[in-house]
């Protein structure tokens, strides 16, 4: 979603609001036991006209545009702020679809909050019905691995030049070249087969190899908006691509989730996003 004003925190009072989530009213959660950020109050609902707002009061101190932004560029604290903020999220999203509000999205009190979410709630109820009992699946497309090639026979005396050095080089490229080319087209092919199980799909930047742990190299990585009632068919057909011979021999597929629809809940999602092609 397209974030909401950032407002500058109270000092005077000591605490400001931080909104995490909105959500309808009517199937709003029991938010008893949800923690929300360290050393804040209660994690609260606000009313918004249909729609409920998932609030916390927090310390201004913590998150004044002066120390925010070195709170956050510490990699353990970020990691404690996404996980308490997302903790939230999901704990709203086991009961009710939800809109997840960007991390440290600030208002100067609840006033405030609830006139910036009633603004656009036509556009926040619009999405909340199309997240209604669907969820956000990953579907992940490797290269496989490739097999070691049987070492060459040493010639019995080296060539009188480089030319036979030279044809194995760009042999060995070639085959490296059309290789990857394979690679792709079967990640499309498990593409175009699995967004047909879903309302609509995203491609999401491909994992960097390197921060995977130098794992293999990610051909495809994609969202899908699944109703509630079609995962097993997405499993299944999953698993029907993984074990077809043709496609294992160059691609390894992986499915995750269900996740919050984080992918899907943006009030401003556009022509990036791919609907799926089969009539559902």
């Not at 792709?184 to 593409?191: F, K």
Request: glycine content about 6%; hydrophobic content about 45%; charged content about 25%.
């Amino acid at each position: 979603m397209t974030e909401p004003t950032a407002l500058r925190p109270d000092d005077e009072s000591g605490s400001t609001v931080c909104v995490f989530a909105a959500c309808p009213a009517s199937t709003a959660p029991v938010l008893s036991g949800v923690a929300g950020h360290m050393g804040g109050g209660p994690v609260r609902l606000l009313t918004a006209g249909p729609l409920a707002v998932v609030a916390q009061s927090v310390p201004a101190a913590d998150f004044a545009p002066e120390t925010l932004p070195e709170r956050l560029g510490d990699p353990a604290e970020l990691e404690r702020c996404a996980r308490d903020h997302h903790a939230v999220i999901t704990a709203v999203a086991r009961t009710a679809p939800v809109v997840p509000f960007p991390l440290a999205t600030l208002y100067l009190s609840d006033e405030r909050a609830v006139a910036a979410v009633a603004e656009r709630a036509r556009d926040f109820v619009r999405v909340l019905d199309r997240l209604r009992h669907r969820a956000e699946w990953g579907v992940k497309v490797t290269a496989a691995p490739v097999a070691p090639a049987p070492a060459a026979p040493r010639p019995a005396a080296a060539p009188a030049d480089g030319r036979a050095y030279l044809a194995r080089v760009r042999g060995r490229q070639q085959e490296r070249e059309e290789r990857q080319e394979v690679a792709w087209r079967t990640a499309e092919q498990v593409y175009a087969a699995v967004r047909r199980t879903a309302v609509a799909a995203r491609r999401l930047r491909p994992q960097d190899p390197v921060l995977g742990g130098g794992g293999p190299r990610q051909l495809l990585n994609a969202a899908l908006l699944l109703d509630h009632h079609r995962a097993a068919e997405l499993r299944e057909l999953a698993g029907t691509l993984a074990a077809d011979p043709t496609i294992a021999r160059h691609a390894r597929i992986e499915v995750t989730g269900p996740w919050v629809p984080y992918s899907f809940a943006r009030l401003d999602q556009g022509d990036e996003e791919e609907r799926a092609d089969a009539v559902l």
